[in-house]
């Protein structure tokens, strides 16, 4: 099975948690991870900007397209053992992945706020 190279915010607390945990998960060789933090030569060639990279999460899949957003975690989730079922389960379902899309863009839509929320001590955001 061919790599897949993930985009990620590694200056974000929150991804950069979720980025370990699936490093964890993962075969070393499926994946590739590209830390945005790193600089902008990490884009270099890529044909997206950096200010989209770091809105929603990018991976380049094993064929060299690209996705973005849920179809990107989709990808990704594919290749880890304990979410590779969730993740064909919303191929498969229109009506879930729609719900999911919607729950993962007001999450990154809100995600500075709740970053914000956490440091300043507030334990209901």
């Not at 200056?11 to 699936?22: D, M, S, T």
């Not at 590779?84 to 379902?93: D, I, K, Q, T, V």
């Amino acid at each position: 099975m061919a790599a897949i190279t993930v985009y990620y915010d590694g200056q974000c607390p929150l991804c950069g948690r979720e980025v370990a945990l699936y490093r964890r998960l993962v075969e070393p060789d499926a994946v590739c991870w590209r830390n945005l933090a790193d600089g902008p030569a990490v884009l270099d060639g890529e044909g997206f900007e950096l200010a989209a990279a770091l809105a929603l999460l990018h991976v380049r899949d094993a064929s060299g397209a690209l996705q973005v957003g849920l179809a990107a975690h989709l990808v990704l989730w594919e290749r880890l053992p304990l979410l590779h079922h969730l993740a064909r389960a919303l191929r498969r379902n229109a009506r879930a992945r729609r719900c999911f899309e919607r729950i993962y863009l007001w999450f990154t839509t809100h995600r500075p706020g709740l970053r914000r929320r956490r440091r300043e001590g507030h334990a209901d955001g």
